[in-house]
């Protein structure tokens, strides 16, 4: 075998190497994009549909408290139904092991009962206040993801907790 034969093959087996390299790299890239964008693509999913059943949420008690004496029997009971369907929904968005966000939300949306004899005012624009910094929060996080991939747990700890401060700061200031 002559040298020219020896540095082609060499040449052919290092090409065959770098190519299966880049093919392993690829696909990894591949399917980590696709996850990404899965996950991004499901949380903003998340975020307008918890956005949606909380403002219908607020909208039908609000509307309840201020026509209770204008509806009928049925128009009541219909009203309760569906207050208690989105009510459910709701807490099924949410994480029972979050202890700042979604706990705050759960309670929030059990004070807020359809009765006439409270004023659901308060504690509407609190669940509201306090659902715009968990969907900001959140949105925040699907932007850094779809920016630069999976984020760490420190990073998703500092984001978490600057909302936390922000949502703290925005209560002291009412």
Not at 72 to 93: C, G, M, Q, T
Not at 105 to 134: A, F, H, M, R
Request: net charge positive; with cysteine; charged share 30%.
């Amino acid at each position: 075998m002559k040298t020219i034969e020896i540095v082609t093959l060499i040449g052919i087996g290092l090409t065959f190497i770098v190519g299966i390299f880049n093919l392993i790299i690829t696909f990894r890239n591949v399917r980590k994009t696709a996850f990404i964008n899965s996950v991004t693509a499901s949380r903003i999913k998340y975020i307008q549909e918890l956005r949606e059943s909380i403002s219908k949420f607020c909208g039908l008690a609000y509307s309840y408290n201020n026509r209770l004496y204008k509806l009928e029997y049925k128009e009541v009971w219909e009203l309760h139904k569906e207050a208690d369907s989105l009510k459910f929904i709701i807490r099924l968005y949410l994480n029972p092991e979050d202890e700042y966000w979604d706990n705050k939300i759960i309670s929030l949306i059990d004070q807020i009962v359809l009765k006439s004899d409270k004023d659901p005012t308060e504690p509407i624009n609190e669940l509201i206040t306090i659902t715009q910094y968990l969907l900001k929060l959140e949105w925040e996080g699907a932007k850094r993801e779809s920016e630069v991939g999976i984020i760490s747990d420190i990073e998703k700890k500092e984001l978490y907790n600057k909302y936390v401060e922000k949502h703290k700061q925005a209560i002291l200031k009412k």
